[in-house]
């Protein structure tokens, strides 16, 4: 009986032993392959045809990716590449069928899309027919021209080939270099127009009038303007541009390279399309309309007090001798002493000073800059709260004569529009500051504003702990 069992489990085993044998010799995916026996640096030109539309983008040796057709323009690069190494990469899941019957439940009747590869050499090779993805798994059915059999494939590579001509097209709008910049012109549509030099490593305005321009200010008005991409692609041959606001642009921001070369962007009217914020542009007359980021325009559209240089006040600390400082706790003074020593005075008694607390204080003037130019000239400095300041500080040189004087107000500000969604609403709290470096009036943050703003116990040098007595 026992015996009898065991040659029952035996066979059995057997069976199942073949079954698995059949089934993994017969049903084993093929050997990876590649579906075309191309390197991705040998493709000379990629067709991509649709039912309705066929785009095609090809390079010279060594060249970058060109769009020519349905239009001529740049191709973006990574885009382009990354369609001919997906096309090189395309591997043979399996076959599917080597002679089907029905192409139409394989979704190849007609295919979806039809890609065609001619290499440098000029060989062009068998197209690819890429049809539908499968119900189940994530796989997607090819054939090539030259062959009925179908083929399954990742379904990425049906999904990589499904492109618009906007998502091939370069989206850069400017071609130049920072550094190679010598020039910024704004200039709006009611005449006004602001003019920016580089001077040197420097950087000044020359119109509407001289003055010192913020070197960070620029580069980043520059920056933006170079890095500008387009967000869609509106009209390449528009024959009025009226309805985007480029007949009479709103502002005009030309570069002027240190070659003489010009490249300018002309900003009209925003997207009126639901959803759609961008900014019409174009690069110049007969030129296509894009839009671009609002942020884009923005970033340009400012006054000459957005670019100038914000100092308010500028002074070396080894040049001062002596820092007058009158604020709501007194008044008190800050007096250089002997061994790199301060002492402070507050009417007739001197304390110590704490050397890095006055110190700190002085190399803010080393180069003291407010957040922005509210106004120059100052109209009147009562709305500001200068004309009784929180504090006045007077910083005297070694000659006893004043380098230079600052003034600090702090106000509190009431709302006159509802407060937006997430603010704190009541009176907010503005900071301003004048010198006697100019007639110009400056905002303040609250840190800068606090740092200057000290009483004169916080310049004193803290007396040392006593140690701790010995225990007995």
Not at 375 to 403: R, V
């Amino acid at each position: 009986m026992r015996l009898r069992n065991t040659i029952i489990v035996l066979i059995l085993f057997a069976i199942v032993g073949g079954y698995a044998f059949i089934v993994g010799r017969y049903s084993a995916p093929e050997a990876q392959r590649k579906l075309l026996a191309v390197k991705q640096d040998d493709i000379a030109k990629i067709d991509l045809s649709y039912s309705d539309r066929e785009i095609a983008i090809e390079r010279d040796k060594g060249k970058p990716w060109r769009l020519v057709k349905p239009i001529g323009a740049e191709a973006e690069q990574t885009a382009a590449n990354n369609l001919a190494r997906a096309i090189a990469d395309c591997a043979v899941v399996r076959t599917v069928d080597e002679k089907p019957a029905d192409l139409e439940r394989f979704g190849l009747k007609p295919p979806t899309t039809t890609v065609t590869v001619t290499t440098f050499d000029k060989k062009t090779l068998p197209a690819i027919e890429v049809g539908k993805s499968t119900p189940v798994g994530f796989n997607a059915y090819v054939r090539l021209a030259d062959s009925p059999a179908v083929i399954l494939t990742e379904a990425v590579f049906s999904s990589g080939m499904n492109k618009t001509v906007n998502d091939l097209r370069d989206r850069d709008l400017m071609a130049f270099k920072l550094d190679d910049v010598q020039k910024l012109i704004i200039a709006r549509d009611n005449g006004q127009a602001l003019e920016i030099d580089r001077d040197g490593q420097q950087w000044k305005i020359v119109k509407p009038a001289p003055y010192a321009a913020d070197d960070m200010a620029v580069r980043m008005a520059i920056g933006v303007l170079v890095n500008a991409k387009a967000a869609d692609f509106i009209a390449d041959a528009p024959g009025n541009v009226t309805q985007y606001g480029l007949e009479k642009p709103h502002l005009t921001a030309t570069v002027v390279l240190k070659n003489g070369e010009q490249q300018s962007m002309l900003f009209g009217f925003k997207q009126s399309e639901q959803g759609k914020s961008g900014i019409y542009v174009r690069r110049g007359e007969r030129a296509p309309v894009y839009t671009v980021a609002e942020y884009v325009m923005s970033s340009l559209d400012k006054s000459a007090l957005d670019f100038r240089n914000r100092t308010i006040l500028k002074a070396d600390p080894e040049a001062v001798e002596a820092v007058r400082v009158k604020n709501s706790d007194g008044e008190f003074t800050l007096k250089r002493a002997a061994g790199g020593k301060w002492d402070v005075v507050v009417g007739a008694k001197t304390s110590e000073g704490d050397i890095p607390v006055v110190e700190r204080m002085l190399n803010q003037f080393r180069d003291l800059k407010g957040q922005s130019i509210v106004a120059d000239p100052m109209p009147s400095a009562q709305p500001f709260g200068l004309d009784n300041p929180t504090a006045e500080i007077t910083l005297i040189g070694k000659d006893g004569k004043e380098l230079g004087a600052v003034k600090l107000a702090k106000i509190s500000v009431k709302p006159t529009t509802p407060p937006i969604p997430g603010e704190p609403a009541g009176p907010r709290t503005e900071y301003y500051a004048s010198s006697t470096a100019s007639k110009a009036v400056f905002s303040l943050n609250e840190f800068s504003f606090a740092q200057l703003n000290k009483p004169a116990p916080l310049y004193m040098a803290k007396a040392p702990e006593a140690a701790p007595s010995p225990s007995k």
